[in-house]
């Protein structure tokens, strides 16, 4: 009797956790959506793919309405936040039409549409000089 109430609780707890899950993604699709956001590749944990999708929003929304975006004022403010908030050393490549091939820090790698821009940002090691 004690093995099946084990087996119960281990179940129970397996279909929570499957629950949470997909309560979580909803939120994160409901928050792509507010922000007009479309992650076309990603090695980036949550939170970090967040922080950038919310700091290029902002700036976005901060540049004049009547003018193009200016590619490089977003790719310099993405990499500035990143560098000062998680240490450096973080690249962004920003536009509507690129290509590219990086060498990524694990964990350190996104890339993403915000309305009609694409955003690249990624993190590479830094060795110290001896």
Known sequence: MEGAEEELERRSKFLNSLIERKKKTVEQKQQHDRLNVRVRASD??????????????????????????DSKRLALSLKKEFDSTYGPAWHCIVGTSFGSYVTHS???????????VYVLLFKTAVEPLD
Do not use: V, W
């Open 44 to 69: 980036m944990p949550l939170s970090l793919q967040n922080h950038a999708f919310d700091t290029a929003r902002n700036i976005l929304e901060s540049m004049p309405t009547s003018s193009k975006i």
């Open 106 to 116: 694990l964990g350190g790698f996104l890339y993403f549409s915000i309305d009609k």
